[in-house]
């Protein structure tokens, strides 16, 4: 069974660090880009960030450049975003998804990142 689950979501504090998981089951994740979004109520889905399967090159969206980061455990199955000194605007549910060429094939459901004083 092809599955994706995000974990590591919570509450901090403005400045605060959380690194988010993105586990993959019944495929190699390797074999995959994995791209990261996230979605805050009343706005359309942002990508904010892709690792590449073939040769591990990262990709980032201006609104969290400098803060984030992807990286890949192979060995896990695994893909992290660290995220560095949150901002109130970076409450969203974040998203991993596993794609193949130009299309993102597998999704996980979501975990709530909730940055607040």
């Known amino acids: 069974q092809v599955q994706l689950v995000e974990s590591g979501g919570g509450l901090v504090q403005p400045g605060g660090s959380l690194r988010l998981s993105c586990a993959a089951s019944g495929f190699t994740l390797d074999d995959y880009a994995i791209g990261w979004f996230r979605q805050a109520p009343g706005k359309e889905r942002e990508g904010i960030s892709c690792?590449?399967?073939?040769?591990?090159?990262?990709y980032y969206a201006d609104s969290v450049k400098g803060r984030f980061t992807v990286s890949r455990d192979n060995a896990k199955n695994t893909v992290y975003l660290q995220m560095n000194s949150l901002k109130p605007e970076d409450r969203a549910v974040y998203f991993c998804?596993?794609?193949?060429?130009?299309?993102?094939?597998?999704w996980g459901q979501g975990t709530q990142v909730t940055v607040s004083s």
């Open positions: 998804a596993a794609g193949w060429r130009n299309e993102y094939i597998y």
């Open positions: 690792i590449s399967s073939s040769d591990g090159s990262t």
